[in-house]
């Protein structure tokens, strides 16, 4: 791939989040097309699956990422995704293999990760997870108030008291962590 190929794509990407974010009925328009114009896209699928996610269609979503992922395995961001509806439909089990399949240098599969696992009662590896989403980014208050809020439900409260801190100093214009990274 060039760079001007490179260049195209990152500006598809950035013009579809930003439309998902302004109307994501238009989104799922827009990515419907994609898809019945070359239906073996991946990334068609994928954004599709943004698009429905955003609409609270994660069932549709869904299948949406698994088509992506069947056409590319390797999309880590279809996983992701599939990791975050599953997550939100109360799949735990199913959210944590999908993420598994995700890579590790993404933030957001860790929180992920962390609140399936959390979900699970099992809060150490959920800590552990949550720990190192806040490695990958540290800024997002998201994570944090997450990371504080199971420390204080399973009793290490001087920990907590100390995320508090770092927290309060935050602020809480962060992005949430349920946004997806646009494949290139």
């Keep these: 791939m060039d760079f001007s190929e490179t260049t195209r794509r990152g500006t598809i990407a950035e013009t579809f989040s930003q439309k998902l974010r302004r109307n994501p009925g238009q989104a799922l328009i827009d990515a419907e097309e994609i898809v019945i114009l070359a239906p073996d896209n991946a990334n068609g699928w994928f954004l599709k699956g943004v698009a429905l996610s955003e609409l609270n ?3 549709e ?3 949406s990422f698994d088509k992506a992922t069947r056409l590319r395995p390797d999309l880590a961001e279809a996983w992701q995704g599939k990791g975050g509806c599953l997550l939100r439909l109360h799949r ?3 959210a944590l293999a999908a993420l ?4 590790n240098n993404i933030y957001v599969v860790w929180y992920h990760r962390g609140c399936a696992l ?3 009662g099992r809060h150490n590896e959920s800590m552990d ?4 989403a806040i490695r990958l980014n540290s800024d997002d208050q998201t994570v944090l108030d997450h990371s504080r809020s199971l420390l204080e439900s399973i009793g290490r409260d001087l920990e907590a008291l100390k995320a508090n801190e770092k927290t309060g100093a935050m602020g809480s214009d962060h992005d949430s962590p349920h946004s997806y990274n646009s494949p290139s």
């Design 57 to 59: 269609r994660h069932e």
């Design 61 to 63: 979503a869904l299948r």
């Design 92 to 94: 735990y089990e199913e």
């Design 100 to 103: 598994e399949k995700a890579p």
């Design 118 to 120: 959390g979900s699970l």
């Design 129 to 132: 997870a949550l720990q190192q």
